[in-house]
């Protein structure tokens, strides 16, 4: 019999007389109420809901790496405004500093208790700048760094050419941050009497 003869229904005879008719098989269906139509029903609604359950761990996962994130950069955001007020209040000190180590570059003997009062004055500054974390950008003697220095002019001495043989202002760094740079002046080889002359 052929695969097509299968799948039709034919009588054939049987041996209590009867007519046999062949189904197919794909033809019968189950009823909606009984356990193997209940059980793929359950099968998939659990299907369903595995799909729905993961959907919802994923979107929980991506939700919580946002507040994450978003907290991240707002304890950033308020670091760097806190160090962003701390430099400009700071930055409006410096003169200060500066004018007061004027006055006592420029002296006199005549006014030698006034210039203690500077002195103090300033060295309370400097302590109180030591506390904000900010320090002096060294320079006399040492390599011209663009990163630290400002040059301002070049001076013949017996010095390595670019180092730092005078500071014009200091320097001033907030912990690892530059608030200020030195201006300097840097050296350069002396002329010989050949350079002179020609």
């Not at 790496?65 to 806190?82: G, M, P, S, T, V």
């Not at 760094?145 to 017996?158: K, M, T, V, Y």
């Amino acid at each position: 019999m052929s695969d097509s003869d299968e799948n039709t229904a034919t009588p054939s005879s049987r041996d209590d007389g009867g007519i046999a008719v062949e189904v197919d098989a794909s033809d019968v269906r189950t009823p909606p109420d009984s356990p193997a139509a209940r059980t793929a029903s359950l099968e998939g609604q659990l299907a369903a809901a595995e799909k729905d359950k993961k959907d919802n761990w994923d979107k929980y996962l991506r939700a919580v790496a946002d507040l994450e994130n978003q907290r991240k950069r707002a304890r950033r955001d308020i670091d760097d405004a806190k160090a962003e007020a701390k430099t400009k209040v700071l930055k409006e000190m410096l003169p200060v500093v500066d004018n007061l180590e004027r006055a006592l570059a420029h002296s006199t003997p005549e006014a030698t208790a006034v210039m203690e009062g500077v002195r103090l004055v300033l060295r309370q500054f400097l302590t109180a700048l030591e506390r904000c974390e900010v320090t002096p950008v060294e320079a006399i003697g040492h390599s011209f760094d663009p990163n630290l220095h400002e040059a301002i002019g070049q001076e013949e001495a017996d010095a390595a050419p670019g180092t730092i043989v005078k500071v014009l202002q200091t320097g001033y760094r907030l912990s690892d941050r530059l608030l200020r740079p030195a201006l300097v002046v840097i050296a350069r080889p002396r002329a010989t009497p050949a350079d002179a002359s020609a």
